[in-house]
């Protein structure tokens, strides 16, 4: 069974940076394609970034474009997501995904989850 712990989640202000990783064990790692999604307070989970299993497509919501960076590391088994320039509005719990095949916005497609991390980002 494919395992996920994502880390690198915590307390910011607006305007500063952080990265999150997530490291999958037990799974064939470069088979899949990475999404991150977040969830934040009373709203439903959302896409936030994909990319394939060879970083030749990356795919972002609207809301991250040119603030986020989605990247992996195939011989380390880690799918990072930097996050420059936060706002209030990036306040969620960050889960990363695991999927075969082709990036997806839709976090229907996907196969594994990690538990999430918390970003909060303060004014």
């Known amino acids: 069974q494919v395992h996920m712990v994502e880390a690198g989640g915590g307390l910011v202000q607006t305007g500063d940076s952080l990265t999150l990783s997530c490291e999958v064990f037990?799974?064939?790692?470069?088979?899949?394609?990475m999404g991150w999604f977040r969830q934040a307070p009373g709203k439903e989970r959302e896409f936030v970034s994909t990319?394939?299993?060879?970083?030749?497509?990356?795919y972002y919501a609207d809301s991250v474009k040119g603030r986020f960076t989605i990247s992996r590391e195939n011989g380390a088994n880690v799918v990072r997501l930097q996050m420059d320039s936060l706002n209030v509005e990036d306040t969620a719990v960050y889960y990363c995904?695991?999927?075969?095949?082709?990036?997806?916005?839709?976090?229907?497609?996907?196969?594994?989850w990690g538990q999430g991390t918390q970003v909060t980002v303060s004014s």
């Open positions: 995904a695991a999927r075969r095949g082709g990036p997806s916005r839709h976090q229907q497609d996907y196969d594994y």
């Open positions: 037990r799974g064939t790692f470069r088979a899949y394609t």
């Open positions: 990319i394939s299993w060879d970083s030749g497509l990356k």
